[in-house]
Every structure is written in structure tokens, then in C-alpha cells.
């Protein structure tokens, strides 16, 4: 079966930090991998996807970064963070249209 | 982009009582999703659905894909307190792509009394 792990599941960073977020999943092949924000408890918002090892999308224009430097492994990372990047970070893959399941999720707080 | 409503936004009910939660959309939809999260967790796939008219059910959730295709409902019977949380509909539109991309409702918070 497959399974999804995030890390770390929570961080706090000062203003300015890096930041580094992991994803990997198993059980599966060339799956497509995705990160989404929540902030408030409401809302998902999709924030990069990757159809394949190189491939990032961006949705959105943001102080984030992208990176899948292997099949099942998706990293989410920031050079310097922003109050506002503070949120739940959730990270999900797909292998067939319609159908996407979620990782745990990291709570980040930049303070 | 896309926009999916989905309402109500919240709902408070007694313990036992049946809820229904509804998603409408301007746009067409290949596939009907249903997500629960709890505090502090990611979202659970309760329900797909993938043809028009499809009525779907999972022990006590029920959901339909509208004919349309511009909508979905879900309703939860008899509910009991652990089914407090978020439930979120998600839909692929039919233009979609192979990034299998879904556009997210905001999502109806439930909170059960007992």
C-alpha cells in the first residue's frame, strides 16, 4: 500500500531563516506530487506540482521554491522567510485523474 | 481560476441528526471529490465520483455527481461526534491535463453536539 510522510510535522523559524520541507512517498511510481498551503484552518491552496523529477509548476508567485530531486521525494524550501509564509503546509500525490491523497502536514510558524 | 462554492460554511447539529453540504461550480467537472480533515491533519478522501448521475455511498456518507456536472452534494447520516471537522469537495476539470490538478471548495466546518 502506499503512504506519504512529511517532515518535520512542526517548525518554528525566525523571520529571514531558511526553510526546508520534506515529502516522500511509497509505494508507488512516477507519481504526480503536490504542495498546498492552508492558512487559518480553511482553504487549500496549491502552491507547486511536479509530474516528474525536474518538473516543478508554480501556481502562485511567492518567496517559496520547488524541488524533486528524485521520483518520490518533493521538497518545498525558502531562502528567507516571510511572517506570512507562517500556515499548514500539505504535501499529496496522485498516480490517476480525479484522485489525490494527502500527507500528514507540517504546521510552520515564523515568528 | 477556477472556483468551486461550497456551502454552508459552517453547521452545528445534534448528535443523531442528518447533514447535507453542497458544491456548484460554473465549469465541468470530469471527477467529484469528498475530503474530511481533522484538527490537525491532512484531508482524508471519503468519496470519488466519475460519471454524471453517479450516487455514491460510504457507510454512513452519501454522495452524488450531479448531471450537470457543475455539482455535487454530500450528505452524512444519523451523525455522531467524530464526524466533527472540515469536509472539503474537489473537482478535475474535464480540460484538465495529465497534472490531475483538482480546484478545492473552502470547505464546510461540522460541529456535532452530543
Known amino acids: 500500500s502506499q503512504t506519504i510522510h512529511q517532515w518535520p510535522a512542526t517548525l518554528v523559524q525566525p523571520v529571514g531563516s531558511p526553510l526546508s520541507l520534506e515529502c516522500t512517498v511509497e509505494g508507488t511510481s512516477n507519481p504526480n506530487l503536490y504542495w498546498y498551503r492552508q492558512a487559518a484552518g480553511r482553504g487549500l491552496q496549491l502552491l507547486f506540482y511536479s509530474v516528474g523529477i525536474g518538473q516543478i509548476s508554480s501556481e502562485v508567485p511567492q518567496n517559496l521554491s520547488a524541488s524533486r530531486p528524485q521520483d518520490r521525494q518533493f521538497i518545498l524550501s525558502s531562502k528567507k522567510l516571510l511572517l506570512s509564509d507562517s500556515g499548514f503546509y500539505l504535501c499529496a500525490w496522485s498516480v490517476r485523474p480525479g484522485e489525490q491523497f494527502f500527507g500528514p502536514g507540517t504546521r510552520l510558524t515564523v515568528l | 481560476g477556477q472556483q468551486l462554492n461550497q456551502s454552508p460554511q459552517s453547521m452545528f447539529i445534534q448528535e443523531g441528526e442528518d447533514v447535507s453540504m453542497n458544491c456548484t461550480s460554473s465549469s465541468i467537472f470530469n471527477t467529484w471529490l469528498w475530503y474530511k480533515q481533522d484538527p490537525g491533519e491532512g484531508p482524508v478522501l471519503l468519496i470519488a465520483?466519475?460519471?454524471?448521475?453517479e450516487l455514491t455511498s460510504n457507510g454512513r456518507l452519501t454522495a452524488q455527481f450531479g448531471i450537470t456536472r457543475k455539482d455535487s452534494f454530500l450528505n452524512i447520516s444519523a451523525s455522531i461526534p467524530s464526524d466533527v471537522g472540515i469536509y472539503f469537495c474537489?473537482?478535475?476539470?474535464?480540460?484538465?491535463?495529465?497534472?490531475?490538478?483538482?480546484?478545492f471548495g473552502k470547505g464546510t466546518l461540522l460541529t456535532v453536539n452530543p
Open positions: 465520483l466519475y460519471k454524471a448521475g
Open positions: 474537489a473537482g478535475q476539470l474535464r480540460s484538465g491535463g495529465s497534472n490531475y490538478k483538482l480546484t
